[in-house]
T-cell receptor
Framework: GQQVMQIPQYQHVQEGEDFTTYCNSS?????IQWYKQRPGGHPVFLIQ?????EVKKQKRLTFQFGEAKKNSSLHITATQTTDVGTYFC??????????FGTGTSLTVIP | NAGVTQTPKFRILKIGQSMTLQCTQD?????MYWYRQDPGMGLKLIYY???????DKGEVPNGYNVSRSTTEDFPLRLELAAPSQTSVYFC?????????????FGPGTRLTVL
């Protein structure tokens, strides 16, 4: 069954509103990665989190790794139309096997 | 650096036909992966390799085979194509020094089986 879940599956926001997607794993992860996939494109790496409780920022994007290393979140402040796409988390659930989350599709309404 | 390249970009197969999806990376990465992505869904790992001569099954390996004779190439073979294999296939690679790191994805192969 699905080992890495993401919510919500879809999110529509007005430009300028904030957006958050949550990722939950059924097992403890040694690290978690986040990717963005534009419509019709391929996943592009955003960031990797390794430490328990880690928080990293990239401009308007804030990434968190939970204390128990079983959950993570991505928060975008003041969304822009360039943020449109699907955001995936991914983690090495077993050894070198990466399991991707189900993804959150973000639509930004101008 | 071309990164990760995949051929073909598109392909239509008839049920029962076979084909090989090609994947090449020029970054000297030892880890390589094959994923499939069904419409509106996440990526599911088919097979992966941690180095030349070493491959292992992922989450959904049935109906596929792989080989890794060189560091650069990681072809995916479909035998007896079925409509359930209609999907977009992505190849990815990553450098590893004590664990998998950032994955670089190819542009994908869009496969339809009719």
């Amino acid at each position: 069954g699905q080992q890495v879940m993401q919510i919500p599956q879809y999110q529509h926001v007005q430009e300028g509103e904030d957006f958050t997607t949550y990722c939950n794993s059924s097992t403890t992860l040694s690290n978690i990665q986040w990717y963005k996939q534009r419509p019709g494109g391929h996943p592009v790496f955003l960031i990797q989190l390794v430490k328990s409780g880690e928080v990293k920022k990239q401009k308007r994007l804030t990434f968190q790794f939970g204390e128990a290393k079983k959950n993570s979140s991505l928060h975008i402040t003041a969304t822009q139309t360039t943020d449109v796409g699907t955001y995936f988390c991914a983690g090495p659930v077993t050894g070198n096997q990466f399991y991707f989350g189900t993804g959150t599709s973000l639509t930004v309404i101008p | 650096n071309a990164g990760v390249t995949q051929t073909p970009k598109f392909r239509i197969l008839k049920i029962g036909q076979s084909m090989t999806l090609q994947c090449t990376q020029d970054m000297n990465h030892n880890y390589m992966y094959w994923y499939r992505q069904d419409p509106g869904m996440g990526l599911k790992l088919i097979y992966y390799s941690v180095g030349a001569g070493i491959t292992d099954k992922g989450e959904v390996p049935n109906g596929y085979n792989v080989s890794r004779s060189t560091t650069e190439d990681f072809p995916l073979r479909l035998e007896l194509a079925a409509p359930s294999q209609t999907s977009v296939y992505f190849c990815a690679s990553s450098y590893s020094a004590g664990g998998p790191s950032e994955q670089f994805f190819g542009p994908g192969t869009r496969l339809t089986v009719l």
